[in-house]
């Protein structure tokens, strides 16, 4: 069976990019200090997000890998914000960093991240949620932003 490349994955090697960018190319600097340090609010947001998320994942036993079937469906904690709250972490850092460094050209790989979770992950899940839980789903998508 062929392995399949999961959404950290992406998420590092955006951040690597994002890093790379703006030292190479730090194109026009939009956001100056000391505003530049709010970046860490999103990047500590991003992390207690994704950390809270993956013990409620743990917790009701059930997979975090978008391409595999739920067994529990979650609507407490960071999912009464986001449908799609480890997502939503995972841009928050991306943010975080390319802010604290404020230059254009950082905000690029974020762009690109919301792209692929779009493309390549999130509908899958949501077509998967929806197999399972039918209505009971339906009706959480009526209430609960995508992102936020």
């Known amino acids: 069976m062929k392995k399949k490349i ?47 998320t993956d013990n409620l994942f743990k917790h009701n036993k059930t997979t975090v890998k978008p391409h595999e079937n739920p067994t529990s469906f979650i609507t407490s904690g960071p999912f009464r914000i986001s449908r799609h709250p480890m997502y939503l972490g995972m841009l928050s850092i991306l943010l975080g960093v390319a802010i604290l460094f404020g ?34 789903y339906l009706e959480y998508k009526k209430r609960v932003g995508r992102w936020i």
């Open 103 to 136: 230059s254009l050209t950082a905000f690029i790989p974020c762009l690109i991240f919301i792209i692929l979770m779009e493309i390549m992950f999130i509908p899958i899940e949501e077509k998967n949620l929806e197999k399972e839980f039918g209505n009971k």
């Open 6 to 52: 999961m959404p950290p994955t992406y998420f590092f090697v955006l951040l690597v990019i994002l890093v790379i960018l703006h030292i190479i190319v730090p194109v026009s600097k939009i956001i100056p200090t000391p505003y530049n340090y709010f970046g860490i609010l999103f990047i500590v947001f991003g992390c207690v997000i994704n950390v809270i």
